[in-house]
């Protein structure tokens, strides 16, 4: 069976009466070697457990599962479950959990795995929730190895520039702290049914096992990124003044100046390193002033 037929794929829904739903971003993949591409791509190690993340008509999760040691994929439409028994039947090493990843207890249901060896997370990612998913995988501070995603292009480019540029954003900040991500190739829309409005791409981020960054206090470290970016236009002083109200504009630009920066800069231009080292200052004169 071909799971990326377009026939196959149409009659398939019709067979167990399903339609795509938008509401779950069903846009299924249409060319096999795309899905084959991906799924050679997502780990180095073939004794991997791959989590993936809406395994739709299960196209990917089959090439996963002729690759890796074993695949745990999470579906949040129960319609599909069925389906997913009649074309992964012959797939042992596959476990298809119906549950939406937004509210599943990834450490619990991963845990036997991470004692069995690398685990890491491939999904073609709805696109209505790209960031919550990206976001929770990241946040969960499970030792992933690698987590490769198809997301639309343009967020793509987002992630993958490089931290400091002109198109970099919060996520990018957040996500070089936690790990490196690669654009590894682009997908046209026409590759999916139905076909979605936009291009998409695949990046793949590989985690740090140690990160190269250690911040003082993580939470503050965020803090201070989400304010930097919030207010782009705005001077650096003046868009952390709107986040850390305890500390004076004074405060603000004095801590800013003993970094080593212009008061003038724009958040947007600093480093991870710079955005460290700024957390740390931030968080010493917090802790200071409680005093
Ligand atoms: N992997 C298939 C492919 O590449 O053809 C389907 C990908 S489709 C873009 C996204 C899949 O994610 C759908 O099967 C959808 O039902 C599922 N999904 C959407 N939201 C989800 C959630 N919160 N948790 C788990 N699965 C979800």
New binding site residues.
């Given amino acids: 069976m071909n799971l990326c037929d377009i026939k196959t794929i149409k009659q398939i829904m019709a067979m167990f009466s399903l339609n795509f ?1 938008k509401e ?6 249409t060319n096999r070697m795309v899905v084959e591409d991906i799924a050679d791509s997502c780990c180095e190690n073939s004794h991997s457990t791959v989590l993936e ?4 008509i299960g ?2 999760t089959y090439e996963l599962a002729q690759r890796y040691d074993h695949v745990v994929a ?4 129960r319609g ?1 479950i069925p389906v997913l028994k009649y074309t992964l039947g012959d797939c042992k090493n596959v476990t298809v959990i119906n ?4 509210k599943a207890d990834l450490a619990e249901i991963l845990a036997p795995y991470f004692e069995k060896g690398p685990v890491s997370v491939c ?4 696109y209505y ?1 790209t960031t919550p998913i990206l976001m929770k995988l990241l946040e969960s501070n499970l030792p992933f190895e690698f987590i490769t995603i198809m997301i639309q292009l343009e967020v793509a480019d987002r992630l993958c520039t490089p931290c400091g540029g002109k198109d970099c954003g919060a996520i990018t900040a957040v996500l070089n702290y936690y790990g490196t991500p690669e654009k590894i190739f682009r997908v046209n829309a026409g590759n999916f049914i139905p076909a979605p409005k936009v291009d998409s791409a695949v990046v793949r981020i590989r985690l740090h096992k140690e990160k190269p960054y250690r911040p003082v206090d993580e939470a503050n470290l965020f803090r201070t990124i989400r304010a930097a970016f919030e207010q782009r236009r705005k001077t650096l002083p003046n868009s952390l003044s709107s986040v850390f109200g305890e500390l004076t504009k004074d405060e603000l630009t004095e801590i800013i100046t003993a970094c080593g920066h212009d008061p003038n800069i724009r958040g947007e231009k600093l480093t991870m390193e710079e955005f460290t080292a700024l957390s740390d200052a931030l968080y010493a004169k917090i802790e200071e002033k409680k005093q």
């Fill in positions: 739903r779950f971003g069903q846009n299924f993949l993340i809406g395994p739709g196209s990917l999470l579906e949040i439409d599909l549950e939406d990843v937004m999904a073609n990612l709805p929730i």
